[in-house]
């Protein structure tokens, strides 16, 4: 006897890529800026959470205190899913309102891995002033070995330096970069179009009811956020020994400079 498909499933999928994609197929425009933005996070926000986490475990290394922001992370794109997926079970939330949802969940996921490797960053002392630059390392390093090796086209491979440390300091510098324009672009191609495929799967999942939703946005998350850490710590290399003097208990200056602006502390 042939399996009957789930009417539910259907009316996710049909809703969601009519929402995402144009009759071509290709992803309207409106997404493409939603998911660029979610990446690009401002330097005072990572530099006030890793300063929180010092508070909190003022004895840490620069290791540990990565160790914490990944099981941060890790506890927070996971819990995210499983959260938007329950509400398929609450009553007059039906499977294509939800799906509004699951597309605010994936923004989530963005923006919680963009604090993470930003503050990873920060913790190897490369200080990323300029949110476009930020979130092209972002999405580098969500592409994995793909986007790290495009980054290194722009640090080189100096002599004596690992990779990570060779395209961080070139991206932690506030002159324009020649050909930074170029790869940001194959990046954020790469970038968009894995991503979309990706998070099609996780999208949907998180839209079916009967609470199956909250199993497979939660194991989603969580399989892509353990992805990303990999990824990360791969990209950067082995951690400092000593925690950059910028972020020491002693050095908390009150104003922050990003490129182009002077903001005030945020919180």
Do not use: C
Not at 70 to 93: I, Q
Not at 205 to 224: D, E, H, T
């Amino acid at each position: 006897m042939a399996r009957r498909s789930n009417p539910a499933l259907r009316i996710a999928q049909e809703t969601a890529h009519n929402a995402m994609f144009d009759a071509e197929g290709k992803p309207k425009p409106g997404v493409h800026n939603m998911l660029l933005k979610a990446v690009q996070i401002q330097r005072p926000l990572v530099v006030g959470y890793i300063r929180r986490l010092q508070k909190k475990h003022p004895r840490a290394t620069a290791a540990q205190l990565a160790d914490i922001a990944e099981r941060d992370y890790l506890r927070a794109v996971a819990g995210g899913g499983a959260l938007v997926g329950a509400t398929a079970v609450v009553p007059g939330v039906g499977t294509v309102a939800s799906l509004g949802l699951s597309a605010a969940a994936t923004v989530g996921f963005l923006e919680a891995t963009a604090l993470y490797a930003t503050s990873l960053a920060e913790l190897h002392g490369i200080r990323l002033t300029n949110p476009e630059k930020a979130g092209t390392m972002v999405m580098a390093i969500m592409l994995g070995e793909e986007g790290t090796a495009l980054l290194g086209t722009l640090g080189g491979q100096a002599a004596g330096n690992s990779a990570g440390n060779a395209w961080g300091s070139v991206l932690s510098k506030s002159m324009v970069l020649p050909g930074f324009g170029s790869v940001r672009k194959r990046i954020q191609s790469a970038f968009l179009k894995n991503l979309l495929k990706r998070q099609g799967t996780a999208l949907f999942g998180r839209a079916l009811p009967f609470g199956i939703g909250a199993v497979v946005g939660g194991a989603g998350n969580l399989m892509m956020g353990r992805a990303v850490a990999k990824n990360a710590r791969e990209a950067f290399g082995p951690m400092p020994d000593t925690i950059p003097g910028e972020l020491t208990a002693a050095a908390a200056p009150d104003n922050l400079t990003l490129e182009g602006n002077t903001l005030g502390s945020q919180r």
